[in-house]
């Protein structure tokens, strides 16, 4: 069986296509895929060299955007973003975003987390805290298929966020704090 040969131009121009899904072995010797749960046609960080991250993290915002139907008003220098939708008279609705341009695990993950606003819907949560923090189990989720680490950094981010959001709630007079949100009521350092 003859092999596809690959010259340099062509693997320089679309690296990411030429990596293969690694497969595994299950116990019974036969073999299982190891990207279970990946979305279809996507790439996982841990297959990509190294020097090749940003392409596959240009491709993740290519993807999110033609899925989710966003566009990007701005690329923020500040690890923030935020997420709205413009509703017109005729009934357009226009989906945006700014965030930081994923270049990192806790860039992609301040990408991937305003996007999740509109993958899960604006209003969809009361109080607002409990959207956030459904939000952010999203774009975990998202990270995990794709194989882009969730480390203590994103982890940090994650809960300084979310304290920032609960003690907002209870500025603003929120009464009764949904007991999954209780872990953020401490700064977390």
Aim: with cysteine.
């Amino acid at each position: 069986m003859a092999e596809r040969q690959l010259d340099l131009f062509t693997f320089l121009k679309d690296p990411i296509s030429q990596v293969k899904p690694s497969r595994k072995t299950d116990r019974s010797g036969s073999h299982r895929s190891a990207d279970r749960g990946k979305p279809a046609g996507c790439t996982l960080l841990s297959d990509v060299p190294f020097r090749e991250h940003h392409r596959f993290y240009d491709q993740l915002v290519a993807e999110m955007k033609a899925h989710y139907g966003i566009s990007i008003r701005k690329w923020r220098s500040s690890m923030s973003g935020v997420a709205y939708e413009l509703h017109y008279n005729n009934g357009d609705v226009r989906r945006m975003i700014s965030a930081p341009r994923p270049r990192s695990p806790v860039s992609a993950c301040i990408f991937m987390h305003e996007v999740g606003h509109h993958a899960v819907g604006f209003k969809k949560f009361r109080p607002r805290c409990l959207e956030e923090y459904h939000v952010w189990q999203w774009a975990f989720e998202q990270m995990r298929k794709r194989a882009i680490p969730v480390d203590r950094r994103v982890e940090r981010h994650y809960r300084r966020s979310m304290y920032h959001y609960v003690r907002l709630a209870k500025k603003r007079g929120l009464k009764v704090l949904p007991p999954v949100l209780e872990q953020f009521q401490t700064w977390p350092g």
